[in-house]
């Protein structure tokens, strides 16, 4: 398994989109295998050389979401790193939606944020790593993103920031809270500042972002509020008590909050990604190698297959979807 792409189409039957082993065609079939002519393959992957097949799953909002494939794309995107694949097909559309990622200097969401770029957001960028952000600005960007330097553990520093991105043009429609920080350790021998560091970025930094945007999400009565939390968050990890805690506080946080804030249309969801980031390569090598094994796929996913999903929870079709735990994690958690 190499790509997990998702990708939105115009309504058919159930169908399996069938690529020639080592060719470069397309065609899509239906379950019987019968040619599905309404349904044209994404153009993106028309181009490329295709390995393998894609499975696309009939949506009841009357779209097709592709969830999952085999499929490798030997094409010059390849990011070195096991052959994972760093290209997503795009049909999401969030033009004239502002979205804020937070922790998007690398990593995840760093990733989050081009997808949302790519899909034809005005995208706020914010992170506490100055030096960072100011290095993205040769990124590969379709629009202007806005850098924002904050600390979410702060919550001054997060009104600022609100502040900021206000005058700057319009609040917030959709909040990623993906800010995070590890610092490992046997709980007996875990220090305060340890302890509360990891407890401050994550469950406060979610707690401090999401109040903030509130407002204008519940003034407009359209909201899309995302929180990242871990498998670790469920089922514990050795020298982890801080971080265990602290996305397990993020579940809870998640719940309560989809419930308050369900009547004025705002949803509130949750992800658990497992994707290789320099989080991950913090994590010592035999750990990370278990870590691995243990997702049914055999592999991290990339940043950019976080994206997708992301975008999915963010849309109107999942305007019915609150206070779930979306895993993005090559079945990790089952
Ligand atoms: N990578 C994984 O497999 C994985 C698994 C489960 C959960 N997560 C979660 O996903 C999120 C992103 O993880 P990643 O792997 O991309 O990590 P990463 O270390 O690559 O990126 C984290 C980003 O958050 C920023 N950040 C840290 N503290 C901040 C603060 N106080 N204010 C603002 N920005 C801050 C960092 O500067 C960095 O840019 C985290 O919440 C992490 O816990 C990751």
Same mark, same amino acid.
């Given at each position: ?19 020639? &082993? ?30 393998? &097949? ?15 494939? %085999? ?106 809270n993906?800010?995070g920080?590890l &610092?490992d350790?046997?709980v ?7 302890w509360s560091?990891v407890l401050d970025v994550h469950v406060t930094g979610t707690f ?19 929180n990242t939390t871990s498998y670790t968050g469920l089922h514990g990890n050795v020298g982890q008590a801080n971080y265990a805690a602290a996305k397990a506080g993020i579940i809870g946080f998640t719940r309560s909050t989809a ?9 509130v969801n949750a992800i658990s990604p ?41 849309? %109107? ?6 206070g779930v735990v979306?895993p ?5 958690s089952?």
């Amino acid at each position: 398994m190499y790509l997990s792409a998702v990708q939105c189409l115009p309504a058919t039957s159930w169908c399996i989109w069938s690529v020639p &082993r080592e060719g470069n065609g397309v065609s899509l079939e239906n379950e019987t295998g019968n040619h599905c002519p309404r349904t044209e393959p994404p153009s993106a992957c028309e181009s490329r050389r295709i390995l393998g &097949r894609l499975r696309i799953y009939s949506m009841a909002s009357g779209y097709l979401l592709v969830i999952e494939s %085999d499929v490798a794309i030997s094409a010059s995107k390849l990011d070195g790193r096991k052959g994972i694949n760093r290209t997503m097909t795009l049909s999401y559309n969030f033009s004239g939606k502002t979205v804020l990622v937070t922790g998007a200097a690398q990593g995840i969401g760093l990733a989050v944020a081009h997808f949302f770029d790519r899909a034809g957001a005005r995208v706020c960028v914010l992170d506490y790593d100055q030096g960072a952000l100011e290095k993205l600005e040769d990124g590969n960007w379709e629009r202007k993103f806005i850098p924002v330097v904050c600390n979410v553990a702060n919550s001054q520093s997060v009104t600022d920031a609100f502040r900021a991105i206000a005058s700057s043009g319009s609040s917030p429609d959709i909040v990623i809270n993906n800010a995070g920080v590890l &610092r490992d350790g046997v709980v007996w021998k875990m220090s305060d500042e340890n302890w509360s560091t990891v407890l401050d970025v994550h469950v406060t930094g979610t707690f401090n972002c999401t109040r903030e945007a509130i407002p204008h999400m519940r003034n407009q009565g359209w909201g899309r509020i995302i929180n990242t939390t871990s498998y670790t968050g469920l089922h514990g990890n050795v020298g982890q008590a801080n971080y265990a805690a602290a996305k397990a506080g993020i579940i809870g946080f998640t719940r309560s909050t989809a419930k308050e804030l369900a009547r004025f249309g705002i949803t509130v969801n949750a992800i658990s990604p497992n994707a290789m980031t320099a989080m991950v390569e913090s994590i010592p090598e035999r750990r990370r190698r278990e870590l691995e094994l243990m997702a049914p796929m055999g592999r991290f996913g990339s940043p950019e297959e976080v994206g997708p999903a992301v975008g999915f929870l963010a849309s %109107d079709e999942a305007a019915y979807i609150t206070g779930v735990v979306l895993p993005i994690d090559g079945g990790l958690s089952i």
